[in-house]
């Protein structure tokens, strides 16, 4: 059973992403402190799965590539929901809400276009956006207005974004759990680097 936690916690995620939007969609304004709650829990199990998964010696390609799927199919969920409960705030930060989907399939176009299968990185950069996108869904969705943390994510969504961009265009072959485009470098001349098993495999 313990083998099967990292598994678990990212099928308790994707589980997470139809609860969000069904309830958003059905209840409305009145389905808020669930989703919310939802979102820490999901942002919580995809901390916990790779940290599980590396401890147990389990971060296998396949597992990064699952869990890479569940957390794009969850925060597209939790927008989802949030159009659903404040639909005024997609419509207001719609340019950058497209923006970052843009991004998103530049990473995955540029993956697929050199190594034919998508990014799974799971890089730095990466993990800091998504603490962005935990802080603006929770401010927009419980003030009902964007303030600083929607501009915050959008600039750490760029600025991540450009990061994975830039490992994929620099690595010789496709990887998952590279730290930075500085280590995808490292790992193009053939040198060495050591990862924190708390945040890379």
């Not at 939802?38 to 699952?66: E, K, N, P, W």
């Not at 969920?77 to 005024?88: K, N, R, V």
């Not at 034919?116 to 800091?128: D, M, R, V």
């Not at 969705?141 to 265009?169: E, K, M, P, Q, V």
Request: hydrophobic content about 50%; glycine content about 8%; aromatic content about 14%.
């Amino acid at each position: 059973m313990k083998r099967n936690i990292p598994q678990l916690l990212i099928f308790a995620r994707l589980l997470m992403a139809p609860v969000m939007w069904g309830t958003a969609w059905y209840f409305g304004n009145g389905a808020t402190w669930l989703v919310i709650t939802l979102i820490i829990l999901g942002f919580a199990s995809d901390v916990l799965d790779g940290i599980v998964a590396r401890h147990q010696g389990q971060s296998s390609a396949r597992l990064r590539r699952m869990d890479s799927q569940v957390d794009m199919l969850f925060w597209l969920s939790a927008g989802f929901a949030l159009w659903h409960i404040h639909p005024e705030l997609v419509r207001q930060n719609k340019v950058g809400i497209l923006f970052l989907f843009l991004m998103e399939a530049s990473c995955y176009g540029v993956s697929l276009l050199k190594f034919g299968k998508e990014t799974c990185t799971h890089a730095w950069l990466s993990k800091f956006w998504g603490i962005t996108l935990l802080m603006a869904f929770i401010a927009m969705l419980g003030s009902g207005s964007d303030y600083f943390f929607f501009n915050l994510c959008l600039w750490a969504g760029l600025i991540s974004h450009l990061d994975r961009i830039a490992i994929t265009l620099l690595l010789p072959e496709w990887n998952h759990d590279i730290p930075s485009a500085y280590h995808a470098w490292l790992i193009r001349k053939g040198k060495s680097f050591k990862k924190f098993k708390l945040l890379n495999g």
